[in-house]
């Protein structure tokens, strides 16, 4: 049973550049979180889908970041343009109903 | 508004020892789970236990087991006959069971198991 899948697994990049990175959900799960982990500020949810359609973004920090969930099965998150303070590791995850997130191995981010 | 505290940044325990991480929280919710993740040098989020609000049992998953305390609005973590592989950030996590459900986490505790 595959588990949630991100790419890529590291990405660097110079700021001002685009970032996009990809998230498939565990099939059935019908809920999908994006999350930013740093040093300082630990774990963050930056915005919470259920069945596709996002349902709290008060976590995205500034214009520059935006989020899709264009079916079931696909989520980006693209940044653009980055910027050196936006380098973190990036996790989605999926749940069902409530049940417990189940997380991918994260994207590394470094803007130079 | 909820939080989760989790107030001991660092611990370490020798292998084959027996070690608790606190986490406590706040909440007017009746109807909640509370979660334990792992976090190893590897980054993956790895789910160690979960615990039903409104379960008086507390939850065992082999050698982890936590101690919930629903008054008090504690919910701390067990490790018995620690191995150098539970090495790991270790994450407390609410999620309310109306509305969203979103977590909330705790800053996390850094454990390190000696050999």
């Known amino acids: 049973d595959a588990g949630v899948i991100q790419s890529p697994r590291h990405e660097v990049t110079e700021m001002g550049q685009e970032v996009t990175l990809r998230c498939k959900p565990i099939?059935?799960?019908?809920?999908l979180f994006w999350y930013r982990q740093t040093m300082m500020r630990g774990l963050e949810l930056l915005i919470y889908?259920?069945?596709?359609?996002?349902?709290?973004d008060s976590g995205m920090p500034e214009d520059r970041f935006s989020a899709k969930m264009p079916n079931a099965s696909f989520s980006t998150l693209k940044i653009q343009p980055s910027e050196p303070r936006d380098s973190a590791v990036y996790f989605c995850?999926?749940?069902?109903?409530?049940?417990?997130?189940?997380f991918g191995d994260g994207t590394r981010l470094s803007i130079l | 508004a909820q939080t989760v505290t989790q107030s001991q940044p660092e611990m370490s325990v020798q292998e084959a020892e027996t070690v608790t991480l606190s986490c406590t929280y706040d909440t007017s919710e009746s109807n909640y789970y509370l979660f334990w993740y792992k976090q190893p040098p590897s980054r993956q989020m790895i789910l160690v236990i979960r615990q039903e609000a409104y379960k008086q049992q507390n939850a065992t998953e082999n050698r982890f087991s936590v101690n919930f305390q629903k008054a008090a609005k504690s919910f701390s973590l067990k490790i018995s006959d620690s191995q150098l592989g539970d090495t790991a950030m270790y994450f407390c996590?609410?999620?309310?069971?109306?509305?969203?459900?979103?977590?909330?986490f705790g800053t996390g505790t850094r454990l390190k198991v000696l050999a």
């Open positions: 995850a999926s749940s069902f109903q409530g049940q417990p997130q189940h």
């Open positions: 889908f259920n069945n596709n359609v996002p349902i709290d």
């Open positions: 099939s059935g799960h019908n809920s």
């Open positions: 996590a609410f999620m309310k069971l109306s509305g969203t459900y979103k977590y909330i």
